[in-house]
């Protein structure tokens, strides 16, 4: 089994930031892409940032400029630097990752229990 544990939410000024982490345990051979998905009440879930292996981003258009996703591979954890935070970043954020628990295996889909976000105005 594979775990993924997000931690480093909480609650923020607006302007201000946060670093999450998403730390990857279990059977792991690899992991290709690593993201963070974010889901605010009576909204869809969205992406906020990916990460390749390789190092390759991809941003929402609503955070580019100021969110930054970098990862460890040696220790499988991702990040999510936040910065001039806004009241509408306010979310449940979920770190999710594509995992091989051995050469042969398809990749699986893994998502983490989420860690909150508030931004106050």
């Known amino acids: 089994q594979v775990q993924l544990v997000e931690s480093g939410g909480g609650l923020v000024q607006a302007g201000g930031s946060l670093r999450l982490s998403c730390a990857a345990s279990?059977?792991?051979?690899?992991?290709?892409?690593m993201s963070w998905y974010r889901q605010s009440p009576g909204k869809q879930r969205e992406l906020v940032a990916s990460?390749?292996?390789?190092?390759?981003?991809n941003y929402a258009d609503s955070v580019k400029g100021r969110f930054t996703i970098s990862r460890d591979n040696a220790k499988n954890t991702v990040f999510l630097q936040m910065s001039s935070l806004k009241p509408e970043d306010t979310a449940v954020y979920f770190c999710n990752a594509a995992v091989k628990t051995r050469a042969t295996s398809p990749y699986l889909d893994v998502w983490g229990r989420g860690t909150q976000v508030t931004v106050s105005s």
């Open positions: 279990g059977s792991i051979f690899s992991i290709n892409f």
């Open positions: 990460i390749t292996s390789g190092g390759s981003t």
